[in-house]
């Protein structure tokens, strides 16, 4: 199972949305919460004049309200949206009410040992109990599984331990949802994270940046190349 989809995340800048599109990736991401990666709604809608139609352009929100992600989708011009943190069936109802069409994306943490312990049970056990209360999963949606440290996820640059992941990754995929592949990811261990685990897709920001919040085209290009030759 070759790799469908790659998202470049926690873009800054038109020039380097721009060279992911052109290089060959399915969507681009955008991070609204607090981060050094963080952007504008307004900053996204003057990126996304000069992207390709096909191109999805992702909203990154956490803990966030219908309200707020609604109007930042609006005014950004985004076509999904990436949720960590706690949303139900009624909160996705009203979002995909308010703007039909929009992909939504919801985000299942898995625990890496870190600085503090993870809460809660194993990282399997909490990661199936987080996708068993995620509402919106069905055949054909797509859900994304990042690595936490903490109480910390996303842009971390660290992975979670992928052997113990298969399990979790095969029972979603026979269910038929697309199941996305995150957590440090880099051009060097993208084609083994993909043989592992056989994600749909996978989605990386710093695994692909010479500083925060700007890529490193040359990283961008490998990363690319070896996730659609894994």
Do not use: Y
Not at 17 to 26: H, V
Not at 208 to 230: C, Q, S, T, Y
């Amino acid at each position: 199972m070759s790799i469908q989809w790659i998202k470049i995340c926690a873009n800054t800048c038109a020039e380097d949305a721009l060279q992911a599109a052109e290089l060959g990736a399915d969507a681009v991401g955008f991070v609204f919460a607090p981060s050094v990666r963080q952007v504008t709604p307004q900053q996204v809608r003057e990126i996304a004049r000069v992207l390709p139609a096909e191109v999805e352009r992702i909203g990154v929100f956490v803990e966030a309200g219908v309200e707020e992600v609604a109007a930042v989708a609006e005014t950004a011009g985004l076509t999904g949206v990436q949720l960590h943190g706690s949303f139900d069936a009624r909160w996705t109802a009203e979002l995909e009410q308010r703007m039909p069409g929009l992909a939504v994306i919801p985000v299942v943490h898995w625990a890496v040992p870190g600085v503090e312990a993870a809460e809660g049970d194993e990282p399997m056990r909490q990661a199936m109990h987080a996708l068993n209360h995620v509402a919106c999963v069905a055949p054909g949606q797509r859900v994304l599984v990042d690595a936490k440290v903490g109480r910390v996820s996303g842009g971390l640059g660290v992975s979670f331990d992928w052997g113990s992941a298969q399990g979790v990754f095969a029972a979603q995929r026979k269910q038929g949802v697309r199941m996305v592949l995150a957590g440090g990811l880099q051009p060097e261990n993208v084609a083994e994270a993909a043989r592992t685990l056989r994600p749909w897709g996978v989605d990386v920001a710093s695994g692909v940046e010479r500083e925060p919040g700007r890529k490193d085209f040359g990283k961008l290009r490998e990363f690319i190349e070896h996730a659609r030759g894994a």
